[in-house]
């Protein structure tokens, strides 16, 4: 059950399925603030809720996935704070996590996102997000900010929570053979978050337009389809790939991997959409 070192720990959780907007963001003091109207659960019982997602933000890291959270799904979505600046070495994780004062709404979100980005507090979020009913977990940035892959086991093990740990978000969902995503929670974020996926129409040659089906989350995939438009078909999967580096996401920028492997997705992606649409039209 569960794949170490590589990304991924897993448990069977269940979520249910989209409804229409109510985004929740929470207060400057930690505390969820609903800033929607009454949603259609509420009003229409038989209709079942829509995927809840908290957010734990430090500093800019996470701040874009509120974002497009947002703007771009019908989740709603809540969030809490830490600070950007943490101790080097934090030798007691619990009593840290205490001060810190994370809403427990968040933490009980079907969904929790920590961008905690620290290998000593993330499993103590992780265990609190588990044991206050969160059905699954996602631990960007890889394990160096995961902390220890048998811990996170022990916790996934005892609370049924799913845990997944990627390096970089639009890879989610990547792995169509992977047990991660025959999880529900997971498998419905990743239906509108994660590895991107396009639908083109081409005239004259060129990109006419591009419509996101599922994007990435930091949001590059739509403010690269913006800027696709007019581009001749046979340089769009470049240019693609270029727009996405172009975009400040927060990947890790080096000679290979993190935002070098998202521009590769974003290129196959387009790639993918002028086959199909060349494929639609024959």
């Not at 991997?257 to 290129?267: F, N, Q, T, V, W």
Request: include cysteine; charged fraction near 20%; charge should be negative.
């Amino acid at each position: 059950m569960f794949h170490a070192p590589q990304l991924r720990l897993h448990m069977y959780a269940t979520s249910s399925p989209q409804m229409p907007p109510n985004s929740i963001r929470s207060g400057a003091d930690g505390a969820s603030t609903d800033h929607s109207s009454k949603p259609l659960s509420l009003l229409h019982p038989n209709i079942p809720p829509m995927l809840s997602i908290g957010i734990i933000t430090r500093g800019k890291y996470g701040r874009r996935l509120l974002d497009t959270i947002t703007h771009h799904t019908e989740f709603t979505v809540s969030s809490a704070d830490i600070p950007p600046t943490l101790p080097d070495f934090i030798d007691d994780p619990a009593p840290f996590v205490d001060n810190l004062d994370l809403a427990p709404g968040v933490l009980s979100s079907d969904l929790l996102i920590t961008y905690s980005l620290n290998p000593d507090i993330t499993p103590e979020i992780v265990k609190r997000a588990a044991s206050a009913g969160a059905k699954a977990i996602i631990i960007p940035g890889g394990w160096a900010s995961a902390g220890d892959p048998e811990q996170m086991k022990e916790i996934s093990a005892q609370y049924g929570t799913r845990i997944l740990v990627e390096d970089i978000c639009c890879d989610i969902g990547g792995d169509t053979d992977s047990t991660d995503y025959t999880d529900p929670t997971i498998n419905e974020f990743a239906s509108v978050l994660g590895r991107p996926k396009l639908e083109v129409q081409l005239g004259d040659g060129e990109i006419s337009d591009v419509k996101v089906l599922c994007g990435a989350p930091c949001g590059s995939t739509w403010w690269m389809a913006k800027h696709l438009k007019g581009v001749p078909v046979s340089e769009a999967p470049a240019w693609a790939g270029l727009l996405v580096q172009q975009y400040p996401c927060r990947a890790v920028r080096g000679m290979t991997g993190g935002i070098h492997h998202s521009a590769e997705l974003h290129k196959r992606a387009m790639q993918a959409a002028i086959k199909k649409y060349y494929g639609d039209n024959d």
